[in-house]
């Protein structure tokens, strides 16, 4: 099931693997907290956009996450 969800983290074989999964979630984790924080700045919707970055915050997190469990051999 997990590799449903984090299909990126499972590229995450060899330590040069790793660096390029946690870099790539990272920077898309950077770009879409741009992205919603502006959103979010919006006077009467705002706080919808901010349970939004919270969640898309968590799925980054636990990409990383899985993607350092898949390195170690913990997750297969």
Do not use: E, H, Q
Not at 11 to 40: D, M, P, Q
Not at 52 to 57: E, N, P, T
């Amino acid at each position: 099931m997990l590799r449903t969800i984090f299909p990126f983290s499972y590229r995450a074989k060899t330590v040069g693997g790793l660096v390029i999964t946690v870099l790539c979630y990272l920077v898309a984790g950077a770009l879409v907290s741009f992205l919603f924080s502006w959103l979010a700045s919006l006077w009467l919707i705002g706080w919808v956009f901010n349970i939004v970055l919270s969640v898309i915050d968590l799925y980054f997190f636990a990409g990383i996450i899985v993607s350092v469990l898949v390195f170690l051999g913990i997750v297969k």
